[in-house]
């Protein structure tokens, strides 16, 4: 076995090495713009990421804009606190989608909304960062076209960052997305018999 200090002088040479790798990286990355995120797969924690992320958002003093696409969410801890946030717009689906509801038109009708609201957000240079959650089921199932939802991303304010969850994400987003995540489901203690925790799920 080698002596301790070589380790020492190996692991000093290792990281200066790769110091300098991202501090060239670093250099390289010189654009100033905002960014495209996408969420997407099966495990827990695109939600908690887009939420997280708008923390640190707000901790600058960033103004910021929230759509669940998802209706009746509003007795969520997110919900509950970023709505008292003055420099946060909350919105949540009125009526519409979710996993219990078979009505197509009123689903449509309600999504077309949402979207419409979405515009006007992406149109609005005050807003630093938005967060459309679950946006992608309304694609999924056909309630907003692809193209549009793009098309309006796309041409948002240069400093304005985005963020979209959903399980799965249309072709169309991630054709112009800058950063895409994917949540692996490898355990979920659902499967090992627990139950939705406030503070955890909602
Ligand atoms: P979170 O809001 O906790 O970040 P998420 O946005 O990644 O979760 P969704 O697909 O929106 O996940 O599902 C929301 C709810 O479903 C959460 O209560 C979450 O814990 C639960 N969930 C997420 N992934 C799984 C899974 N693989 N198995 C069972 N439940 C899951
Ligand atoms: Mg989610």
Redesign the pocket.
């Given at each position: 076995m080698s002596q301790p200090s070589d380790e020492s002088a190996r692991h000093q040479r290792r990281m200066a090495r790769k110091k300098q790798v991202v501090d060239e990286r670093i250099a390289a990355a010189s654009e100033e713009r905002g960014v495209l995120i996408l969420m997407k797969g099966?495990?827990?924690?695109?939600?908690?990421?887009g939420f997280g992320t708008m923390a640190r958002a707000l901790g600058h003093g960033q103004r910021c804009g929230v759509i669940q696409f998802i209706k009746g969410r509003r007795e969520t801890g997110e919900y509950r606190f970023f709505r008292e946030h003055e420099q946060v717009d909350f919105h949540v689906m009125g009526h519409g989608f979710s996993w219990e509801t078979r009505d197509l038109e009123q689903d449509r009708a309600a999504a077309g909304q949402a979207w419409q609201l979405a515009e006007q957000l992406l149109s609005d240079a005050r807003y630093d960062f938005l967060l459309f959650d679950?946006l992608s089921y309304m694609l999924k199932y056909g309630h907003l076209e692809a193209e549009r939802v793009a098309y309006a991303i796309a041409e948002r304010p240069r400093h304005q960052n985005v963020i979209v969850?959903g399980?799965t994400m249309a072709r169309e987003l991630q054709a112009i997305a800058d950063t895409i995540s994917v949540?692996h489901?490898e355990q979920?203690a659902?499967?090992l018999g627990v139950k939705?925790q406030a503070g955890?799920?909602?």
């Open positions: 099966n495990g827990k924690g695109k939600s908690s990421s679950e969850t399980r949540i489901d979920h659902f499967r939705a955890i799920e909602y």
